[in-house]
């Protein structure tokens, strides 16, 4: 799913939209180390629209939520960095900008009316009643960090795209839902035989693992390991009046948030709060730990050594310890619930394994893809011998209708299927999962069109359709409003 959004980011504007109110509730990420370069404000000019470094934000922070919740909250700056995260951000708000040119000459406008009435249509900002709320408006508007003209412009700018798109869609012809239609129904019977790698039999010697090692033995190291002295400065014995929590709170409650974006409570979120400000008292204490420690006057609490990463420190200290060098001194960081003052004293870099200190891992790796070769070559001479192993034989089946496959559950007969009816051979493997599917085609037949499928078909082919005419229409005004870029790593 990600590396099929990153492919198609850029022509599929208007069906992954990073939505001004689409995580209305999330935390704003930053990602300052790019916040370089900008002209006046802008980081570049699309046509004759600017693109604000404060939009770029946004949709750099709503990207990152979005890809936070499907990481399940795994998600962290590496990653982002990794998958071009800025770049993808930045390569929506440029089409969003070109669209928005197209829009503009067009004489396509958004009245102050349309977009207060949209603002008022948000749910997050509506009272129990379903009446605006504009202290939640505001309240929302301070968690992000943004002005009501940022948010309102960005708002602006969906409802006028809303409105080109509202104007260019293109209903199916007759023609294209009959031949989607066709292909729907297409309908086959089929001999098949899944095979899986229980079929395969395989004996691993220590020479084969020997060989394979050798030639994978620079794959195989130990971890890079930090020789570290931390001075630890506990925050769970500071003391805190329940006045204290409560003005904490009060000045800090955008920051309590549910995992639906809901404010919390102080009752709800007193544990949290508590902690937050225990270390906010106890940050004084922990700089004098820290000029002591510099200065020779105390000793480290303990030595430790960690492989990289490890969870006894925090990403922070990690992403700051991999820029030191032996003998620098980390500034006090937060680490669970309390600080720690973190001094570099070596780096042992990364050494090959031993073919006995890798020998479990080579073996793992090994026997995987000896098993896979071996499966392979099992489904080339079942492929090619079908009249001679025991098949199973379908009735008519199409992607709507159809029992399970022997040997493979309901996703996996879906995932086999879906392959089979957008191949061209008459007989073939398909891989599913771990397993291989080896099939012929017995005969074919198509299927009158249900009336129930009507409007799946019609739908279907206006998708089709519709998808086929953003890849044009996007090229046409790549060429019309050419992009003008005002900062570095925007762009690929």
Do not use: C
Not at 80 to 90: N, P, Y
Not at 415 to 432: A, H, P, R, Y
């Amino acid at each position: 799913m990600i590396s099929w959004m990153q492919k198609h980011n850029k022509y599929l504007v208007w069906t992954i939209w990073i939505a001004t109110i689409a995580f209305i509730g999330a935390g704003f990420v930053g990602w300052g180390s790019y916040d370089f370069g900008a002209k006046a404000g802008n980081v570049a000019r699309v046509g004759s629209i600017d693109i604000k470094q404060s939009k770029l934000n946004m949709a750099y922070s709503n990207l990152y939520n979005r890809y936070n919740e499907m990481f399940q909250g795994q998600f962290d700056e590496a990653k982002a960095k990794e998958m071009g995260l800025v770049q993808q951000a930045f390569a929506t708000l440029a089409t969003q900008a070109k669209l928005l040119n197209y829009a503009k000459d067009m004489g396509i406008i958004v009245s102050d009316e349309e977009v207060a009435k949209a603002l008022e249509s948000i749910k997050a900002f509506q009272d129990k009643s379903g009446k605006f709320d504009r202290n939640a408006y505001n309240m929302y508007l301070k968690s992000q960090r943004l002005i009501a003209k940022t948010f309102e412009d960005t708002l602006r700018d969906e409802l006028t795209i809303s409105k080109l798109l509202g104007l260019m869609n293109l209903p199916a012809l007759p023609l294209e839902e009959e031949s989607i239609g066709a292909a729907i129904n297409i309908s086959d019977k089929i001999a098949y035989k899944v095979l899986t790698e229980q079929d395969v039999n395989l004996t691993i010697n220590d020479e084969e693992l020997k060989t394979y090692w050798e030639q994978h033995k620079s794959e195989y190291k130990t971890p890079q390991k930090f020789t570290v002295a931390v001075v630890w400065t506990a925050s769970s014995d500071t003391p805190v009046t329940d006045e204290e929590l409560k003005d904490f709170y009060e000045t800090n409650s955008f920051n309590y948030t549910d995992a639906q974006g809901k404010q919390l409570t102080l009752d709800e979120a007193k544990e949290k709060v508590t902690q937050d400000l225990k270390l906010k008292k106890t940050k004084k204490s922990a700089q004098k730990a820290y000029i002591a420690f510099k200065k020779g006057k105390r000793d480290s609490d303990e030595i430790l050594v960690l492989p990289q990463g490890d969870a006894k420190l925090s990403k922070e200290i990690w992403s700051k310890l991999e820029e030191k060098e032996a003998g620098d001194i980390l500034k006090p960081k937060v680490v669970n619930d309390r600080y720690a003052t973190v001094k570099l004293v070596k780096i042992e870099q990364p050494q090959v394994m031993s073919f006995d200190q890798a020998k479990e891992a080579v073996r793992q790796a090994y026997q995987s893809e000896a098993k896979q070769k071996a499966l392979y070559e099992l489904s080339e001479e079942v492929l090619a011998n079908m009249d001679k192993y025991d098949t199973k034989t379908t009735n008519f089946i199409t992607l709507d209708h159809f029992d399970n496959l022997d040997q493979l559950n309901r996703e996996e007969s879906l995932q086999f299927l879906q392959k089979l009816f957008t191949s061209l051979k008459e007989k073939g493997m398909i891989n599913v999962s771990n397993k291989v599917v080896v099939y012929t085609v017995l005969e074919q037949k198509l299927l009158p069109v249900d009336e129930n499928q009507t409007k799946l078909v019609k739908q279907t082919a206006e998708t089709i359709k519709g998808r086929v005419f953003e890849n044009n229409f996007i090229k046409v005004l790549d060429t019309k409003y050419p992009t003008e870029v005002f900062m570095g790593g925007l762009t690929n």
